[in-house]
């Protein structure tokens, strides 16, 4: 068995201490450790023992704070958020104003291979179009307009079909969730 070198717990002090160096209340602290605002409050207080999966987390976070930048989603910019996924990782965070044909990406895994534009870190409107085609049925596929119908959709727009179908397709295991 591997041994790891932080403690199995932490101390008040230490939950104390990280949320000042983060800036954040308890309310914020807890849902980032997946915990209520009443444990944070109980670990803070000393009544409460911090350990299991809270301890590695505290433990890197108070070693590197910078870390939180790639733990926390962006204020969404544009009216509409699409999160590319690989299972339940999140792979790409896209916001997308398709009035004004602008988005912006965020890559949250290196290799790209998983990232929804590849090594592409700016993609054009063109490319995020190219990109949800490829996450629905060919646009010559065979009794089109049955899918079509089953979907309840009254013509071939990958957008609305993706919304329709979270982007899922037979082959592999990525899937879109969408934010309006």
């Not at 299972?87 to 790209?112: A, G, H, S």
């Not at 063109?126 to 490829?134: A, D, K, T, V």
């Amino acid at each position: 068995m591997r041994e790891y070198i932080f403690s199995d717990r932490l101390e008040a002090e230490d939950i104390k201490a990280l949320r000042r160096e983060l800036h954040m209340t308890q309310a914020e602290f807890a849902a980032l450790m997946n915990v209520s605002k009443p444990t944070v409050e109980r670990w803070e207080m000393g009544r409460s023992r911090i350990s299991g999966s809270a301890v590695p987390l505290v433990v890197l976070l108070l070693q590197r704070p910078e870390l939180l930048d790639r733990l926390c989603a962006p204020a969404r910019e544009y009216p509409m958020r699409l999160w590319y996924m690989y299972r339940k990782q999140v792979c790409t965070m896209i916001d997308v104003d398709e009035r004004r044909r602008r988005l912006r990406i965020r890559n949250y895994v290196e290799d790209p291979v998983l990232r929804a534009f590849g090594r592409e870190e700016n993609p054009s409107f063109e490319q995020y179009e190219e990109f949800l085609e490829s996450r629905c049925f060919p646009r010559t596929r065979d009794k089109m307009k049955l899918v079509l119908q089953d979907l309840g959709l009254p013509y071939y727009d990958p957008l609305l079909i993706v919304e329709k179908t979270e982007g899922r397709m037979a082959e592999d295991e990525f899937w879109i969730r969408m934010e309006r």
